[in-house]
């Protein structure tokens, strides 16, 4: 049944060019359409026929760029995925429901070469009812065309939804495994075997991972893996429970990746590698979660944040939630034994500042309350089954080729900053710790042009010999090492963290500027666009995530002074990740704890003292109403050296301990972290 709707669907697609039974205004966008799903009719013959996977090189990469040219930087001016070029073609109202229709078809690449058909018939029969309406009628009702998008989301919730469910826990389920694992990697055509657009990062990266020593990959995939490991080992969590591991990655990678499988294999877990969502109806907004290749244009990816809002409503969050919770019922068993994520992240790319377009889709008011809830409640159900007090996670990054003509020696520098020596880390953070468990607040101040005035106010112990207010972090979850972090109390927490330039969540933030009172947002700015609507709402978006406001749900002390440095040197500071910034400096997280989830397991440090500041007045109403307690968001925030004046530690009675001074650490016993400074300067 499946390959007969699959026949009937293209064969009528394919009369479409021929015909002109639509509005002339209309004719040029179902054409094109048309043809780009007889392309992917072309493109699945061609891989079950087997002849795909023989293609030389060249052929292969020709596939790629058809499949993607459109919406690449100077095509997607004249793209129908571009909605204000949909919107100058169909108008407003029908624009905004035809570019949403092409960008979600889009998603039928990735279908294709994993072989989903009935995916295929899904999109496929969507597509001809929208046609048929604007057969029927040179200008049919907006109102029904959403209906009948509506009615796709909410009629097919139960098999995207739950696919997706399954495809997150169930190692059968993971189509880029197969390739990993089965592949020639030295031969780089396998890359065209994901599906996903291959540039020259991808392709470079792993052109010099093949050239690499066995010992150099065992040594990147060995960091990745124990990491993993020790996070489970230094919260007190039984690894031996669980059974599978969900790999996150960049593709290019494949060679460290397989053997991290390996690795994780002696561990007792198998892989779960599912590709980041390219449906409305499996992604979060323009964010990743997964496995990807080269994001083609982040423009694109960014206009189209918002789309569910045209069908979005209280009864089909209620729709969505069911088949979630339903699919994890389903699945609880393997459900149980899912240990959580093991990523690999990349950096290196050109920092990207979005156009707020006033064509894409936006959600009301009321629509992102009920996103809000959906988080909430869904965030809700994955604890059930999959419970924060039984997980851990493990995170490293690596530069792509993009980040200048020195990769290589970048690469290597990288490597290099993810194995430094834990030990000596551990002792000189210690150092601080002790000083910072004396303290009521810290005071943090800027220099220069930075305004950073922030108290941040620190837990009270009840026995000073057995408790700590800050965790020592050398390196296991959280690659590379250097840090000290604490959950503040947000009651007496205030002023305002300003930094000039960060890149977060993949976007840019010039002059970002948020004040707190008693640890919470009170107002924000930044310097990104012309108009205080566009700097209010973009932070809005993407660092509260629609939140009214946000908690400061964590403050720490970098100590990651070579990395810092290598930053410098390189001239990479606005390319790095978080991963690795927040080591560089003293950072604020806005939104959850580190600890939220497992607020009630008890975590020590390596002096053997217990880290009681894992709670805040925010996410210990939990007890009462976990809607209420959790943000689903954490967003690390990061003053670097070079903007930083100072960072004092105040007692209950007045006395002040200098921790930092001018970028550089002053507190005797923790001088050894100038060095690098030191060396760079001379």
């Not at 018939?121 to 009702?141: R, V």
């Not at 399954?166 to 055509?189: C, K």
């Amino acid at each position: 049944m499946i390959e007969e709707r699959y026949e009937l669907a293209v064969e009528r697609i394919k009369e479409i060019c021929k015909e002109d039974t639509v509005a002339e205004s209309f004719r040029d966008y179902f054409c094109r359409t048309a043809q780009f799903i007889g392309m992917l009719d072309e493109l699945n013959s061609c891989i079950e026929s087997g002849t795909y996977a023989g293609l030389p090189l060249e052929q292969l990469k020709e596939w790629n760029e058809n499949l993607y040219a459109d919406i690449l930087p100077g095509q997607y001016e004249t793209s129908y995925a571009n909605p204000d070029y949909a919107v100058e073609k169909a108008g407003r109202a029908y624009g905004q429901i035809l570019s949403f229709l092409y960008t979600e078809l889009r998603g039928a690449i990735a279908y294709v070469f994993e072989g989903r058909k009935e995916y295929l018939d899904i999109l496929y029969e969507l597509f001809i009812e929208i046609y048929n309406e604007f057969e029927e009628k040179d200008e049919p009702e907006t109102k029904v065309l959403k209906e009948i998008l509506y009615w796709y989301a909410s009629d097919y919730c139960d098999v995207f939804a739950a696919d997706r469910v399954r495809e997150q826990i169930d190692p059968e389920e993971s189509f880029a495994a197969g390739i990993i694992m089965g592949s020639n990697l030295s031969d780089l055509r396998y890359l065209y075997r994901f599906g996903e657009y291959i540039s020259e990062n991808e392709w470079k990266t792993a052109e010099h991972l093949n050239s690499l020593d066995a010992s150099v990959i065992c040594k990147m995939a060995d960091t990745f893996t124990e990491g993993y490991r020790m996070g489970f080992i230094n919260t007190g969590k039984d690894l031996s429970k669980k059974s599978v591991v969900n790999i996150r990655y960049v593709l290019g990678f494949e060679r460290v990746i397989r053997q991290a499988i390996e690795n994780f294999a002696r561990l007792g877990l198998k892989p779960v590698i599912y590709r980041s969502g390219v449906s409305v109806l499996t992604k979060r907004r323009h964010l990743k979660t997964g496995y990807y290749g080269a994001i083609p244009n982040k423009q694109y990816e960014y206009d189209h944040r918002n789309d569910q809002g045209l069908y979005l409503d209280k009864k089909f969050v209620e729709r969505r939630l069911e088949v979630i919770q339903s699919a994890f019922e389903q699945n609880k068993d393997m459900a149980a034994r899912f240990a959580g994520p093991a990523c690999l992240d990349v950096f290196g790319e050109s920092p990207f500042s979005p156009e707020q377009k006033d064509t894409a889709v936006r959600l009301t008011k009321k629509q992102e309350e009920l996103s809000l809830l959906y988080d909430s409640r869904s965030g809700q159900i994955t604890n059930t089954y999959i419970k924060g007090e039984e997980r851990s996670f493990t995170i490293a990054a690596y530069p792509v080729p993009e980040i200048g003509e020195q990769y290589e020696e970048i690469f290597d520098e990288v490597i290099r900053i993810n194995t430094l020596d834990a030990s000596l880390y551990a002792k000189v953070q210690q150092t601080l710790i002790d000083a910072l468990d004396k303290g009521e607040y810290v005071h943090v101040k800027g220099r220069g042009g930075n305004k950073t005035d922030m108290r941040v106010q620190l837990y009270r112990l009840a026995d000073p010999q057995k408790e700590t207010i800050f965790e020592n972090c050398v390196a296991d979850v959280n690659i590379p090492v250097g840090e000290v972090f604490t959950s503040p109390v947000l009651e007496g927490t205030c002023g305002v963290l300003h930094v000039s330039r960060v890149y977060l969540n993949e976007l840019l933030y010039k002059d970002l500027e948020i004040t707190f009172s008693n640890g919470m947002i009170t107002d924000y700015t930044c310097g990104n666009f012309e108009r205080e609507m566009e700097n209010k709402s973009y932070i809005r978006d993407n660092i509260l995530h629609r939140h009214a406001t946000l908690p400061l749900g964590e403050f720490a002390i970098g100590t990651n002074t070579t990395a810092y440095i290598a930053a410098r040197k390189y001239g990479i500071e606005d390319k790095l990740p978080i991963l690795i910034a927040e080591k560089m400096g003293p950072h604020f997280a806005v939104g959850d704890t580190c600890y939220s989830w497992s607020e009630d397991i008890k975590v020590y440090n390596p002096d053997g003292k217990e880290i009681v500041a894992r709670d805040n007045s925010v996410s210990s109403r939990r007890a009462e109403d976990v809607s209420k307690a959790y943000f689903h968001c954490h967003t690390d925030i990061t003053i670097p050296y070079d903007e930083l004046g100072s960072i004092t530690v105040v007692t209950k009675e007045g006395e002040e301990t200098l921790l930092l001074e001018d970028g550089r650490f002053v507190l005797p016993g923790t001088e050894i972290l100038n060095e690098p400074l030191e060396k760079y300067n001379n």
